[in-house]
């Protein structure tokens, strides 16, 4: 169904993994979409490549989320090139993982680059892209099931971060809601993307943690993007969906 026909979307992060199959899926839907990448230009203009053979605009811009003033520009950028932005989906972030917070040698510098990143960033596009967003606009952010239920060690400082956000959401929720700009979080459960490069196979032990002991696709995921960007969704604000598998059951 082409039922974002005439929308422009942003999708932060787009030039891979969970990024791509997102801007895939409302592209198909009708919109127009413009994402961010920080480093891989040639992937990035696949991508778009990708959304024209879908005969939507497409375009790339270059954008680092851990600068709090790159948001400003980048959604300057968007209504210059496409007049408007209807829809923006915060999908790229950082995982740093697998160090307990009393870890002597943790990487902290790494902690504080993913802090900068998946929550000062994430806050920073979203106070931009509502200066300038339509009426009816959605903004949808992409968390995680571990701030919700943080059911292994080492993963503190990432799930914390993604809690934020819900938190944040919620009150952003409130406030565009008289404007009808939708606000969500969307927190997907374990996925084989290239964030978790060199993993194959996840061990059963936490597949088994969940109703469904399956691991989550990314169409899954992009799927609920697309329904919360659509006119059947704009009663649902302030939520956080949980496409886990039931690790939060």
């Known amino acids: 169904m ?17 990024g791509v199959a997102i801007a895939l899926e409302l592209a198909e839907a009708g919109a127009d979409v413009v994402i961010t990448y920080n480093q891989s230009a040639q992937k990035a203009q696949e991508v778009v490549s990708k959304i024209e053979k879908l005969g939507q605009r497409g375009l790339a811009v270059q954008s680092d989320q851990g600068d709090t003033n790159a948001a400003p520009l980048l ?62 606009g959605r903004i949808i952010s992409i968390g995680t099931g571990l701030a919700t239920h943080v059911g292994v060690p ?23 809601g008289a404007r009808k700009i939708t606000v969500n979080v969307i927190q997907p459960g374990i996925m084989l993307t290239d964030m978790q490069a060199g993993i194959e196979d996840v061990p059963d032990i ?27 969704a704009s009663k649902i604000t302030g939520a956080v969906l949980d496409i886990s598998g039931g690790w939060t059951a």
């Open 2 to 18: 082409k039922n974002l026909t005439g929308k422009v979307a942003l999708v932060t992060g787009g030039s891979r993994g969970l």
């Open 154 to 176: 080492g993963v503190t400082e990432y799930a914390a971060t993604k809690a934020a956000i819900v938190g944040y959401s919620k009150g952003a929720a409130r406030d565009l």
């Open 206 to 232: 936490l597949l088994n943690m969940k109703a469904i002991p399956k691991t989550i696709e990314i169409e899954d995921v992009a799927s609920a993007v697309s329904f919360l960007s659509g006119p059947k």
């Open 75 to 136: 959604v300057k950028r968007v209504i210059q090139e496409f007049g408007k932005l209807d829809i923006l989906v915060n999908n790229a972030g950082l995982a740093n993982q697998g160090s307990k917070i009393d870890d002597p040698n943790a990487d902290t510098q790494a902690w504080d680059r993913m802090w900068q990143v998946n929550v000062l960033g994430v806050i920073s596009t979203i106070r931009a892209a509502s200066q300038k967003m339509s009426h009816g």
